[in-house]
Nanobody, 116 residues
Framework: QVHLVESGGGLVQAGGSLRLSCAASRSTFAFNSMGWYRQAPGKQREFVAAIDRGGRPNYADSVKGRFTISGDIAAYTVYLGMNNLKPDDTAVYYC??????????WGQGTQVTVSS
């Protein structure tokens, strides 16, 4: 079982910045990707960003140019830098890991609230 610990959420005004962090426990199986999803009230959980084992990033269109994902899968850490935040970015952000068996693990979530 892999445990994920997230931190860095909070309340920020529109146009502000936050940085989320996620640290994972060691796993018997290697990870294929680490990333972030978010879920706003009344909406389905959606993909935000992820990096693969080669460090290649992938972003949802809604955050391209504003969010930056970084980290090191081999070191079990991933970060999400969020700039120019908008009220629509308000959500609970979840760290996600997919291992080589395609088993997914989720963090407990961290709240990000952007006020207008």
């Amino acid at each position: 079982q892999v445990h994920l610990v997230e931190s860095g959420g909070g309340l920020v005004q529109a146009g502000g910045s936050l940085r989320l962090s996620c640290a994972a426990s060691r796993s018997t199986f290697a990870f294929n990707s680490m990333g972030w999803y978010r879920q706003a009230p009344g909406k389905q959980r959606e993909f935000v960003a992820a990096i693969d084992r080669g460090g290649r990033p992938n972003y949802a269109d809604s955050v391209k140019g504003r969010f930056t994902i970084s980290g090191d899968i081999a070191a079990y850490t991933v970060y999400l830098g969020m700039n120019n935040l908008k009220p629509d970015d308000t959500a609970v952000y979840y760290c996600n890991i997919a291992d080589v068996r395609s088993v997914q693990y989720w963090g407990q979530g961290t709240q990000v609230t952007v006020s207008s």
